[in-house]
């Protein structure tokens, strides 16, 4: 062979021999620093599972759902902690319960949220190097530096697939162990034995693409270990469209816009579609629906609240025992179903209610509502004002109490004759809360004292918060009425007209089935127009 071939052969040999190093090397330092991740920071190493063939793509897609998963639940709970006025790190922690829940204010570290993938190189990646009549095999020494990092892991992910016909049961094991700061104040922990968190997930798979919503759910799970928070929810699509349905619920209670009610529905709907038995998105979807204040809808609310008062939680229990109160009481107040049985059942839900928490603001406005129902109308006012004295400021607790100022202030405008102190507690209603209902109560105040013009300024006011408010729309028909007998000519005729308009459209707005919400605005608007009921 010609010497400068060969030369010039040599040369490469040494060029690739080099590049192989660097890349070894670069391998080495990189696993190196993983080790340190798992060891001294937060950082958990994903290792590949076993099982069936499908068991090493399961790992990957774990491992990339378990980040995508994280990372959605931090930039929610950040929007959520944004709405609720609190502080808005996109590292806090936020344990949701119940909608009047305010998130936690613990940071998470910086490297909790690291994921290290304990997948090892392919062996033939790099072969054997040979310089000098001297072997090297990097695989060896990847395999054992692996082997090291497996063993000195803080926190590691591992797992099985197993599957059984259509039935696949995906395993999962969470090890961690007590992390000490090096700072000689603090003592170590007498038990610092990695703690072992076992997630199987069983399940019947009818099509093999709902193998990846299982990984979801098992991803989530380790997810509430790896950022310590819980949750009710133990299906990642139930959550996720719970939170969704959390931040267009506190922005409906910081603005009072239906639309954003509406859109909290939808993902409530879809969450309990998810996962059937998930009590709080049934109680926070039955006090929404309890809000739209038509029949049908608080018949639905009835059902939700219903299935929320089973929870364990006493809390949420006392929540749902007293959104039952308030729709029992709906019944009897807008719906005109009769006091049999609704008084006699909100009393006994509001008492319950009260008992497991005097001092929650739903408690305390509920036994009001059943105490009204009874006639006890001093004592429903005296609640009342107790629940707006209690110590509660997040979003749901204002809503709650300006309803019970409301409440307070339609007792003396229809039962304590006095007008002067209704006025009063509406506009404090409003103070804390855009309230739909205050302002249709101060429409009727004004209404009364025959300032017309400013009575249907409060009905529009109501309107542009809930554009389906069909008693407000009546109210605003009976308005024109007055209008129109105050007037003459042409101009009376053409009050009339849109007196019958709104009447006509707040009908339209009620389903077929509201008999008896149906047949109370027609009762009054034709008793207001001067003709009989028509029955």
Known sequence: MDPIVRDALNILALVAIVLALLVTLGIVVSIIRSIWRVTFGHATLVLPFTGTEQARSVHTVLAEQLGRIEGEWRSLSAAIRAEEGLRTDDAALLDLGPVRISGKEEPLDADQVELVDGEPIDGQAIPPLTFAGVSVTPDTLFNMLYRVRTAVARRMVRGNLAEFGTTVRLSAEFLHRPIVAPDAGVEAPRDSRARRELIVVVRDLAEPGQLLDLVDDVAFRIAKYRLSFTSEGERWNAYHAFLQGFVQHLQFLRTGQVLHRDKAVEHYEQAIASEPG?????????????????????????????????????????????????????????????????????????????????????????RGWALQLNGRYRDAADCYERTVALD????????????????????????????????????????????????????????????????????????????????????????????????????????????????????????????????????????????????
């Not at 009835?302 to 089973?310: G, K, M, P, S, W």
């Not at 807008?334 to 408690?363: C, H, K, M, Q, V």
């Not at 339609?410 to 209704?422: F, H, I, N, Q, S």
């Not at 009425?481 to 707005?509: C, F, I, P, V, Y």
């Open 392 to 535: 509660g400021d997040t979003p749901a607790e204002r809503q709650v109490k300006s309803f019970a100022q409301n409440n307070r202030a339609y007792l003396y405008m229809t039962e304590l004759d006095d007008l002067a102190v209704a006025e009063r507690l509406f506009h404090e209603a409003l103070d804390l809360y855009p309230n739909k209902m205050a302002h249709a109560n101060l429409g009727e105040i004004l209404s009364r004292r025959g300032e017309y013009d400013r009575a249907v300024d409060e009905y529009r006011a109501a309107l542009r918060l809930d554009p389906k408010y069909a008693n407000a729309m009546n109210e605003m028909a009976l308005v024109y009425l007055a209008k129109a007998r105050a007037a003459s000519g042409e101009d009376g005729a053409d009050l009339l007209r849109q007196a019958d308009s709104w009447h006509t459209q707040a009908l339209a707005l009620l389903p077929p089935d509201a008999t008896s919400q149906r047949a109370t605005l027609q009762t009054a608007y034709e008793a207001a127009r001067g003709q009989e009921p028509s029955g």
């Open 278 to 366: 998930y009590r709080y998105a049934h109680y926070n979807l039955a006090a929404l629906l309890y809000n739209r204040y038509t029949q049908d809808a608080n018949a639905t609310a009835v059902e939700h609240f219903t299935l929320a008062a089973e929870a364990d939680d006493p809390e949420l229990r006392a929540l749902a025992l007293a959104g039952l109160t308030l729709a029992y009481a709906q019944n009897v107040h807008r719906y005109g179903l009769g006091t049999e049985p609704w008084a006699a059942l909100a009393d006994a839900a509001s008492a319950e209610a009260f008992e497991i928490n005097p001092n929650l603001e739903e408690s305390t406005f509920a």
